[in-house]
């Protein structure tokens, strides 16, 4: 019996599976596809997706095959994002099949079981685990785990089995994309308003595919059976009603659909199932914001669900992921619509994105739109108090009694840490009971305040403990001159935080 089986193996259910391990649970991970998905619709990592993969010591895998671009875009209105408090101010061009092919890589050094051509058909559970039935190529069979997370994508089977309800906003535009040779291609590539036509937008761009273009087509107000078959001749249609030519497009490698329909589960979790990624939710994928809201979730829930798996703590635990990632997911699907809503033509919208753009230019707009779509501002509900309370911690320089290190860097076991700035004997004395669990780390205190993106500097703590995932969950007041020890209400609070995100204290 497995503790976690994990049903889909894209970005958000490999980068769980990771997780999971360096939580030490066991982990099986199903694909009902018989070999890698060498196709991608996803094409980058913004600057927070970066940071997370630096928290866990294998960003240089992905910077090594990908692209550093300074630049980010709401509905193709750039944005500066290089000013940014991040040492990676930038979002990564990297196809989808690279960003899979380099997690199932790190999956199975940690030890990560993997099967593909394994199709799920059914989900039961009870109150001791989850019964999963499959169908492969020696026919069916019944695993069980403590837990299944399906992160089988838009379409999810396990939303599905489970009768999780998928609310959220109909379509109002049909989307097609297309790699596909091109006699009569662009003499430069069509990425931005450029395409934005009377019938529609159109954009047109080198493909991963050797030799080939990527064309996509959007048409608003257009409904479209989506059992239909989609065809080259689709997708030629659709292309010279908008942009008054084909250029003369033809043998075509892939040709999809997709729309702007915008879905959130009603909740997260049923019993011992739980969903992330795509299967979760779903939206048009305007700034390439899909792919790193699942690994946003696959990092939230990773060490929760472990945590929990190990009966370490209750399994309220869990209901912190929904909570948590329901607010960022909303407030990522609000931002959706609006830029869905910037791409059609006419003269009210062209007004509106001159204003938007406008607005943009100004350095406040341009700060709060960068950190919605480079996901650097993400603020999780953990307390009232310190601005820092909720969100990813600053990747500070330190020095500890083991030399310099950076705070992202001791991350990378995927443990939480407490890190101490005031070197006193009561904070560790409030640790009794969790050192199985968390890392202290005593630093000399340096700046007076940290720089957040976003928010900007703030006053820094004279302590702070830190989620696996990178998040803020406690700080201590600033340090008092010549103060003896920490004020009691600190330790009362760090003792409520360790004991809420964490487990009670061993006895």
Same mark, same amino acid.
């Given at each position: 019996?497995?503790?976690?089986?994990?049903?889909?193996?894209?970005?958000?259910?490999?980068?769980?599976?990771?997780?999971?391990?360096?939580?030490? %649970?066991?982990?099986?991970?199903? *694909?009902?596809?018989?070999?890698?998905?060498?196709?991608?619709?996803?094409?980058?990592?913004?600057?927070?997706?970066?940071?997370?993969?630096?928290?866990?010591?294998?960003?240089?895998?992905?910077?090594?095959?990908?692209?550093?671009?300074?630049?980010?875009?709401?509905?193709?209105?750039?944005?500066?994002?290089?000013?940014?408090?991040?040492?990676?101010?930038?979002?990564?061009?990297?196809?989808?099949?690279?960003?899979?092919?380099?997690?199932?890589?790190?999956?199975? *050094?940690?030890?990560?079981?993997?099967?593909?051509?394994?199709?799920?058909?059914?989900?039961?559970?009870?109150?001791?685990?989850?019964? !999963?039935? =499959?169908? $492969?190529? *020696?026919?069916?069979?019944?695993?069980?785990?403590?837990?299944?997370?399906?992160?089988?994508? $838009?379409?999810? %089977? =396990?939303?599905?089995?489970?009768?999780?309800?998928?609310?959220?906003?109909?379509?109002?535009?049909?989307?097609?994309?297309?790699?596909?040779?091109?006699?009569?291609?662009?003499?430069?590539?069509?990425?931005?308003?450029?395409?934005?036509?009377?019938?529609?937008?159109?954009? !047109?761009?080198?493909?991963?595919?050797?030799?080939?273009?990527?064309?996509?087509?959007?048409?608003?107000?257009?409904?479209?059976?989506?059992?239909?078959?989609?065809?080259?001749?689709?997708?030629?249609?659709?292309?010279?009603?908008?942009?008054?030519?084909?250029?003369?497009?033809?043998?075509?490698?892939?040709?999809?659909?997709?729309?702007?329909?915008?879905?959130?589960?009603?909740?997260?979790?049923?019993?011992?199932?739980?969903?992330?990624?795509?299967?979760?939710? =779903?939206?048009?994928?305007?700034?390439?914001?899909?792919?790193?809201?699942?690994?946003?979730?696959?990092?939230?829930? $990773?060490?929760?669900?472990?945590?929990?798996?190990?009966?370490?703590?209750?399994?309220?635990?869990?209901?912190?992921?929904?909570?948590?990632?329901?607010?960022?997911?909303?407030?990522?699907?609000?931002?959706?619509?609006?830029?869905?809503?910037?791409?059609?033509?006419?003269?009210?919208?062209?007004?509106?994105?001159? %204003?938007?753009?406008?607005?943009?230019?100004?350095?406040?707009?341009?700060?709060?739109?960068?950190?919605?779509?480079?996901?650097?501002?993400?603020?999780?509900? !953990?307390?009232?108090?310190?601005?820092?309370?909720?969100?990813?911690?600053?990747?500070?320089?330190?020095?500890?009694?083991?030399?310099?290190?950076?705070?992202?860097?001791?991350?990378?076991?995927?443990?939480?840490?407490?890190?101490?700035?005031?070197?006193?004997?009561?904070?560790?004395?409030?640790?009794?009971?969790?050192?199985?669990?968390?890392?202290?780390?005593?630093?000399?205190?340096?700046?007076?305040?940290?720089?957040?993106? %976003? =928010?900007?500097?703030?006053?820094?703590?004279?302590?702070?403990?830190?989620?696996?995932?990178?998040?803020?969950?406690?700080?201590?007041?600033?340090?008092?001159?010549?103060?003896?020890?920490?004020?009691?209400?600190?330790?009362?609070?760090?003792?409520?935080?360790?004991?809420?995100?964490?487990?009670?204290?061993?006895?």
């Amino acid at each position: 019996m497995e503790d976690v089986i994990i049903a889909g193996a894209g970005p958000t259910g490999l980068m769980l599976a990771c997780e999971l391990r360096l939580a030490g %649970v066991e982990v099986l991970v199903l *694909e009902r596809l018989a070999e890698l998905n060498s196709e991608s619709r996803a094409g980058g990592l913004h600057a927070r997706s970066v940071e997370l993969l630096d928290q866990r010591g294998i960003v240089d895998r992905f910077l090594e095959v990908g692209s550093a671009q300074p630049l980010a875009h709401f509905a193709f209105m750039h944005l500066d994002i290089q000013d940014f408090p991040t040492r990676h101010p930038y979002a990564l061009a990297i196809h989808q099949s690279r960003i899979e092919r380099l997690l199932e890589e790190r999956a199975i *050094e940690l030890g990560v079981r993997l099967r593909r051509s394994a199709e799920v058909i059914d989900v039961r559970q009870d109150e001791t685990g989850v019964e !999963v039935h =499959i169908a $492969g190529a *020696e026919g069916t069979e019944r695993l069980r785990a403590g837990y299944l997370v399906g992160c089988d994508g $838009g379409r999810s %089977v =396990i939303r599905k089995l489970t009768g999780i309800n998928f609310p959220g906003t109909p379509a109002t535009l049909t989307a097609l994309l297309g790699d596909v040779k091109l006699t009569d291609p662009p003499s430069e590539i069509i990425f931005g308003p450029e395409g934005r036509r009377e019938n529609g937008t159109f954009t !047109v761009f080198h493909s991963e595919q050797p030799g080939m273009y990527r064309v996509i087509t959007m048409e608003f107000d257009k409904g479209t059976d989506r059992a239909a078959p989609v065809t080259l001749k689709t997708l030629s249609e659709a292309c010279a009603k908008i942009a008054g030519t084909d250029f003369g497009m033809h043998s075509p490698h892939r040709i999809d659909r997709f729309s702007d329909a915008c879905r959130l589960v009603a909740k997260y979790r049923e019993g011992r199932v739980l969903l992330a990624g795509d299967a979760a939710h =779903i939206h048009f994928p305007s700034s390439g914001q899909g792919a790193n809201l699942g690994l946003q979730d696959a990092v939230n829930l $990773g060490w929760k669900l472990g945590t929990v798996a190990r009966g370490q703590a209750p399994v309220e635990l869990l209901d912190t992921y929904d909570t948590e990632r329901r607010l960022a997911t909303e407030r990522l699907l609000s931002n959706i619509r609006a830029q869905t809503a910037l791409w059609r033509a006419g003269p009210q919208v062209d007004a509106l994105r001159e %204003v938007v753009g406008t607005l943009a230019g100004f350095e406040d707009g341009n700060r709060y739109l960068g950190g919605v779509i480079s996901q650097l501002d993400t603020h999780y509900p !953990v307390g009232d108090g310190h601005p820092a309370l909720g969100r990813r911690m600053a990747d500070l320089d330190i020095k500890s009694p083991s030399g310099q290190v950076r705070v992202f860097e001791l991350l990378h076991a995927a443990r939480p840490v407490l890190l101490d700035f005031t070197g006193r004997p009561d904070l560790r004395a409030a640790l009794d009971g969790w050192t199985d669990r968390v890392d202290l780390v005593e630093a000399e205190p340096q700046d007076d305040h940290w720089a957040f993106p %976003v =928010i900007g500097d703030v006053p820094a703590p004279a302590a702070v403990l830190i989620r696996p995932d990178g998040h803020v969950a406690w700080t201590a007041s600033a340090d008092p001159a010549g103060a003896a020890a920490l004020p009691e209400t600190d330790t009362a609070t760090l003792r409520s935080a360790l004991t809420r995100w964490f487990g009670p204290a061993l006895v």
